[in-house]
């Protein structure tokens, strides 16, 4: 199924493993306590931002203090799928309620950054994800309301997970519905609403 990225569905998460000619619905990245809920909040926290500099913050009822792991499932050129640890995220709020993330590499972070390189740099200058690390080998974003500048790159990056880039609004994509997670009628559904320059024709099952 060939369908055409637009503007409106760069807020809605899309789990999927992310070529720029094919989007397949497979989970690629998975954050353990993280549902869609929490993104959504999350991209409405973003969305904040760009109209307000001040009071704005993220609160540990969004994303509470604790160690996330951020999982990358992939597929090998022989089709077989495999689990690493890409990164380690851990939030925690000092004793006068600044809260602070911190970003490390995770157990597996060498061995599936050859999976991780082209979706942090793309091809056209279109980076499909932000690196968290900021190309460090750690870091640390400031997340509370004293620091919007820091907690906007936050959420650039770790949204950037999620969601469809800003580069790909206008290209075609072909969409496999074989790894869909969806029943059929769910994602016909999901893309004739939001796309209507879906190219229903293509439809394989």
Known sequence: ????IKNHQLCIPQHTLRRFDCIQYYYNFYIPNITNDTIQSLVMLKDLLQWMTSG???SSDILPDTLYPI???YQTSCGKVCVGE???MFISTDECGSRTVFISKGRDYLNIYEYIYPLL????DCPLIFDLLNGNEYYTYQISESCPTSLLQFLNAFLSLYLLPECLIGQYVQMNLCYCHETK???LYFYEFFNCDCNMGTTVM
């Open 1 to 4: 199924m060939n369908i055409i």
């Open 56 to 58: 704005v913050s993220l």
């Open 185 to 187: 009628d769910q994602l």
């Open 71 to 73: 999982m990358f499932i």
């Open 121 to 124: 740099y793309g091809c056209n």
């Open 86 to 88: 890409y990164l380690k």
